[in-house]
Every structure is written in C-alpha cells, then in structure tokens.
C-alpha cells in the first residue's frame, strides 16, 4: 500500500511538472485578460459617454462588456490548462450544473436578472424619487443585484432589485410638476359659492402655483362640524416642493378666510342628558 502511495504520488508529481509550463500560460492570460477588460469599459465608457444614455444603461453595457472578455479569457485559459477540454464539453457540463447552481442561486440570480431589465427600462433613472412597499427615497445608485435609495431623512436604504421589479413602483418626480390637495372646512352657516371663491382667489395668488394647469376647488363632504372642501393644485414633483406649495397654500387660505370673515370651525360637542343636571347656587341648595 505504501509503495502504491508512493507511485500515486509521484504519478501526480510529474503530471503537476508537466502542467505547469500551461499553468503558467494561463495566468498569463487571466493577466492579460484584466488589462483587456480594464481597456475594454474604458473604451464603452468613452464611446457612450458621446450619447444620451442613461447612467443606469451606461452601467449595464459596461458590465455586459467587462463580464464578457472575463468569460473569453477564463475559457481560453481553462483550455490552455487542460487541453482535452474544449468548448462544446465545458458549454455542456456548464449546462449540466445550471439546474444545481440555478436552485442554489435562485435569489441572486433573480436580482440579477431584475437588475438588468430595471437598467433597460426607461423609467426610473438616477434621481428620480420612488415609492415602493414603504420605502421612500431618491435613487442614488443602480446595480445588477441591489438599487440604493436615499430616504428624505438622509439614511440609505439598500433594496433588492427583484423587489423593485415585482411589486408597484410609484415614480414621483416622472413629470417636473403632480397635483397636490390640501382639505379646507368651513362652518355650516357660510355661503359656499362665497367661500369658493376666497379659497380660489387665495390659491391662484400663491406664487409655487401653477395657475395655467388650473386649481380645483371642491365642496367635498358633510363632516361632523364643518362642509369639506377638496383644493388641488399643481406645483412641483419633489417632496420638499411639494411641502412647500402646500405649506403657501394653506397659509394663504387661513389669511383669506380670516379676512372675509369666514370660519374655519374645531369639532364641537353636544351632550345630552336623560335627566335635568342640578346646577350650583339654585334654590333650596346650601351655598
């Protein structure tokens, strides 16, 4: 047995000797193959930087760039290695073990897959303020596995692409400006057409407004103290200019209502009780 070990050994020596002039070939190729693939995204990036690409295209034809000279050079090295080994057998054997990586990978290869179509598609850009599944943010970097989101309190939220791609994305900086609304009340004694009136008079005269898109004024709903009107408006599509055309609006309207003496009513409570409630001081009582 020992003997039989011994000429395994040596076996496997000599056939590493003679491996190695190919494996020496090979990691010059890998060499060679990382100066190509570093030239290779340099010249996409100089060829695309001349279009008007999106970043998040621009990033996947350079990844598409870098992974294929990766794969050329592996297979030429991995031919150099082991010459019996040709592209038909490794394609085959790559095909075999697809089904096991692909149940192992299943995750990463679905963010992979999403990542590459989300970086096709045209919406959602760089930029762009989203919504999805409670994560509000602007996008900050697009990836094959993840997208970065930089929520409006500042902390960065690193969300899979598949997420992004399964589930609804509300997109709120599509267009420069949406519609805005605000919910104004009034007492039940005011004349409404009047009311409408001051309302619009205040909003159009606010200067974040976008009078030309027109401003919706609504008498809305019967609540429990005051007639509900609907006000819409349209401004600007981020989130801080939105706040800041609601925050003029609001104001103006409040000023508005005050001057033409117009209330703008708090919830008010009625109680009633079954029998008459004794009051301090009346007659027949102690003082």
């Known amino acids: 047995m020992i003997d039989t070990l011994i000429d395994q050994l040596n076996l496997m020596g000599t056939e590493f000797v003679r491996a190695l002039p190919g494996i020496a070939i090979a990691l010059?190729?890998?060499?060679?193959?990382?100066?190509?693939?570093?030239?290779?995204?340099?010249?996409a990036d100089k060829a695309i930087g001349k279009t008007e690409l999106r970043p998040s295209l621009r990033t996947l034809i350079k990844t598409i760039v870098k992974i294929g000279v990766w794969l050329f050079g592996l297979l030429v090295a991995a031919i150099v290695v082991f010459p019996g080994l040709t592209p038909g057998s490794l394609i085959a054997g790559l095909g075999i073990g697809a089904v096991a990586i692909g149940?192992?990978?299943q995750d990463i290869f679905e963010n992979f897959l999403a990542g590459v179509l989300i970086m096709i598609r045209e919406k959602m850009r760089i930029g762009d303020v989203i919504e999805c599944e409670?994560?509000?943010?602007k996008v900050e970097h697009i990836?094959?596995?993840?997208?970065?989101?930089?929520?409006?309190?500042?902390?960065?939220?690193?969300?899979?692409?598949?997420?992004?791609f399964k589930n609804p994305v509300e997109i709120l900086t599509d267009k420069?400006?949406?519609?805005?609304?605000?919910?104004?009340?009034?007492?039940?004694?005011?004349?409404?057409?009047?009311?409408?009136?001051?309302?619009?008079k205040a909003v159009t005269a606010v200067e974040l407004v976008?009078?030309?898109?027109?401003?919706?004024?609504?008498?809305d709903e019967?609540?429990?103290?005051?007639?509900?009107?609907?006000?819409?408006?349209?401004?600007?599509?981020?989130?801080?200019?939105?706040?800041?055309s609601k925050d003029q609006v609001v104001r103006a309207i409040k000023r508005a209502l005050d001057d033409a003496g117009i209330e703008i009513p708090f919830p008010?409570?009625?109680?009633?009780?079954?029998?008459?409630?004794?009051?301090?001081?009346?007659?027949?009582?102690?003082?």
């Open 134 to 137: 409670g994560i509000v943010g």
């Open 28 to 43: 010059v190729i890998i060499l060679i193959t990382a100066i190509v693939a570093k030239v290779g995204v340099s010249i």
């Open 103 to 105: 149940f192992a990978f």
């Open 222 to 244: 019967f609540n429990s103290s005051s007639v509900d009107y609907l006000v819409r408006w349209w401004s600007g599509s981020t989130p801080r200019a939105g706040r800041e």
């Open 176 to 200: 420069e400006q949406r519609r805005h609304s605000v919910v104004i009340g009034v007492s039940y004694d005011t004349d409404l057409d009047k009311a409408a009136e001051v309302i619009r």
């Open 210 to 219: 976008d009078v030309d898109k027109g401003v919706d004024i609504f008498a």
């Open 143 to 164: 990836t094959l596995r993840e997208t970065h989101i930089r929520k409006l309190s500042g902390e960065v939220t690193v969300v899979p692409n598949s997420i992004l």
């Open 268 to 287: 008010y409570v009625t109680h009633t009780f079954k029998e008459r409630v004794p009051m301090g001081n009346e007659p027949g009582e102690s003082a």
